[in-house]
């Protein structure tokens, strides 16, 4: 299973972008890339995903460079709603099914 | 889309009785399920993976007879935590895959708070 390393804390002032960088090394060739967000005492929410290069949504884009070792999140204009723990998952198969290790994630805090 | 509901919410039990955690996928056919279990300031630990039909794959030291995985049907599986201690209270979070449609994606339920008094 390829491991991800991230910081463990960001803060960040409203209105600014945020960019959370995320490293995994050993990065298998079928992996994909997923960043997901938690508040307290609720499920992970999907933010977004990717296997190359960039993608853009409504929330977020996500930056993977060519030898996709590593990979940063960014988030457009925070606001105090997107304090959370942000998690990045590289997608690893095995035995006809998959499974999505999570690393320690990094708690971002949105300050006013 | 892609939504997963849990019940129950939370959920408070006496110490040696059992527990059953629902996961519904509700607009999409789950072919795997997952179960986590995450304590206080912790990442998600994976349990178990579960496919539609199968018996469920247990992590190392998950013990498959103390939590019971039941995946009866492409939209529905629950967890049982049998003869639950004070040290089984935690938060479950349940999610669901089809990998034909989401690829790598997996949609995470709401969690169930479990406290075992």
């Known amino acids: 299973l390829a491991k991800t390393t991230q910081p463990i804390s960001m803060d960040s002032y409203e209105g600014q972008e945020v960019n959370i960088t995320c490293s995994h090394n050993n990065i298998a060739t079928n992996d994909y890339i997923t960043w997901y967000q938690q508040f307290p005492s609720q499920g992970p929410r999907f933010i977004i995903q990717g296997y190359k290069t960039k993608v853009t949504n409504e929330v977020a884009s996500l930056f993977i460079p060519a030898d996709r070792k590593s990979s940063t999140l960014s988030l457009p204009r925070v606001s105090l709603s997107d304090t959370a723990v942000y998690y990045c998952?590289?997608?690893?198969?095995?035995?006809?099914?998959?499974?999505?290790?999570f690393g320690k994630g990094t708690k971002l805090s949105v300050i006013p | 889309g892609a939504v997963v509901s849990q019940h129950p919410s939370r959920v408070i039990c006496k110490s040696g009785t059992s527990v059953k955690i629902e996961c519904r996928s509700l607009?999409?056919?789950?072919?795997?399920m997952f179960w986590y279990r995450q304590f206080p300031k912790q990442s998600l630990m994976l349990m178990a993976t579960?496919?539609?039909?199968?018996?469920?794959?247990?992590e190392q030291g998950v013990e498959k007879d103390k939590f019971l995985i039941n995946h009866a049907s492409l939209t529905l599986s629950t967890l049982t935590v049998t003869s639950a201690h004070p040290e089984d209270s935690s938060f479950y979070i349940c999610?669901?895959?089809?990998?034909?449609?989401?690829?790598?994606?997996?949609?995470f339920g709401p969690g169930t708070r479990l406290t075992v008094l």
């Open positions: 999610s669901a895959s089809n990998r034909v449609v989401f690829t790598d994606t997996q949609y």
């Open positions: 579960s496919n539609e039909g199968s018996k469920a794959t247990y």
């Open positions: 607009d999409f056919q789950a072919t795997t």
């Open positions: 998952l590289v997608g690893s198969t095995g035995a006809g099914s998959y499974q999505l290790t």
